[in-house]
């Protein structure tokens, strides 16, 4: 006998993992705080990789419908130095392991696949208490609670489950991203479109780092990496667009000025967004009843792997409670020793190239360039330097 899950959040995550506990005809009910599916913009463009997010979409059962969403062309890369130089180039052949979609198409595809009703939307955690014997209540902002045999928080970075398994919580990793848009951009920002390319840029330096996709629609996603003070971001008024553009423009004084366009250009006004981590192996005693997936469980600075580690684990989660249909602990064991494992290695830089830090002296165009290439000569293998995942 299955017992019914409960999911705190509707993220990539929490939905994978709803999405195969329904396959396996296991109860599942996932509790959302927004209002509706389109009750806020989920971001830029997610490169979906071969290793991890892909498998996860298999045991879904929703990897044709997710090839229906590849935006073609966008694994194209470009490496620049601060003066323009364009470092590297790689064209997209269509043979990467690494299909770009965009974020907001990909959750949606998650939730059409799922009975109606499946998620209650609205429904924001104000607090969790263990009641003994494994089960579980979930306060919500409008009074109403929720008992459960099995809880799974799926609700991010400052997870109200969380506390029920650690008192770890996130910290500042010393950056903070800011969001720009330029729309239109091939006819309203040629330069900036031509400096773009077809895909994604990258022109780091240390302490400051410009990332631009070309999204569906015509559309430039620039994010803004600066290593400062949480203060020194509280001291610009986001709230004035145009100084608040011109004061982050201003960090970049002396870059080529069709990279300095990404920013001075925008349509939208600049969004901050600190970046913070959990330690990167953290573990917690198994407490019955109860897990974490995703951000909730192993929050990461950005690199790549966040949204795919998240799918994944609730594809594994969901396999595993599958297994396990009279032994619920046995399956969140299984489950939360693989994950520790897992997330642990791509923390601590075990797949793939390791990213220098934004400070460090290495975070530039030829620094990276020369780290891809001692990678590549040590695992003969094939690809480019990649790009962290945009938060």
């Known amino acids: 006998m299955h017992t019914p ?3 705190i959040g509707a993220g990539l995550g929490g939905l994978t993992l709803a999405r195969v506990l329904h396959l396996h005809g296991i109860p599942v009910t996932v509790h959302e705080a927004e209002a509706s599916p389109t009750a806020r913009a989920q971001g830029g463009m997610l490169d979906i990789h071969d290793y991890n997010g892909q498998l996860a979409l298999e045991a879904a059962g929703l990897m044709d419908e997710f090839r229906g969403l590849v935006l073609e062309g966008r694994q194209a890369m470009r490496l620049l130095d601060r003066d323009g130089t364009v470092v590297f180039e790689q064209a997209d052949d269509g043979t990467g392991g690494r299909p770009e979609v965009m974020r907001g198409e990909l ?3 998650l939730i059409d696949s799922l009975p109606a009703g499946t998620v209650r939307w609205g429904h924001k955690v104000s607090g969790t208490r263990a009641l003994g014997g494994g089960r579980h209540e979930v306060r919500f902002t409008d009074g109403t609670t929720v008992t459960t045999g099995l809880l799974v928080g799926a609700d991010g970075a400052w997870s109200r489950v969380r506390p029920l398994l650690t008192t770890a919580t996130p910290e500042y990793t010393g950056t903070t991203c800011v969001d720009i ?9 040629p330069v900036a479109a031509k400096t773009v390319g077809s895909g994604s840029l990258m022109a780091p330096s240390p302490g400051k780092e410009l990332f631009a996709h070309r999204e569906s629609g015509d559309t430039l996603h620039v994010y803004v990496m600066l290593s400062r003070p949480q203060d020194w971001f509280a001291a610009v008024d986001f ?28 349509d939208t006004a600049p969004a901050p967004r600190s970046l913070n981590t959990l330690p990167a192996e ?8 109860v897990t974490l997936l995703g951000d909730a469980a192993h929050l990461q600075a950005p690199n790549g792997e966040g949204a795919n580690l998240a799918m994944l684990d609730g594809a594994e989660l969901g396999k595993a409670l599958a297994a ?16 520790f494992v897992r997330s642990a290695e791509i923390a601590l830089g075990g797949e793939g190239m390791e990213m220098p830090g934004i400070d460090s002296e290495k975070n530039t165009a030829r620094g990276l360039l020369a780290l891809f290439m001692e990678s ?8 480019n330097p990649g790009h962290p995942e945009h938060p």
């Open 181 to 189: 848009y330029l729309y239109d951009a091939d006819t309203r920002h």
């Open 239 to 266: 709230t004035d667009a145009e100084a608040a553009t011109a004061r982050i423009a201003a960090e970049f004084e002396g870059w080529a000025p069709e990279l300095t366009a990404l920013i001075t250009e925008a």
């Open 5 to 7: 899950v409960t999911i």
């Open 107 to 109: 959750r949606r595809l």
């Open 282 to 289: 953290l573990r917690w005693d198994r407490v019955p009843g």
């Open 324 to 339: 396990h249909p009279d032994d619920t602990e046995a399956a969140l064991t299984e489950y939360e020793q693989a994950m």
């Open 376 to 383: 590549q000569g040590s695992q003969g293998s094939q690809g």
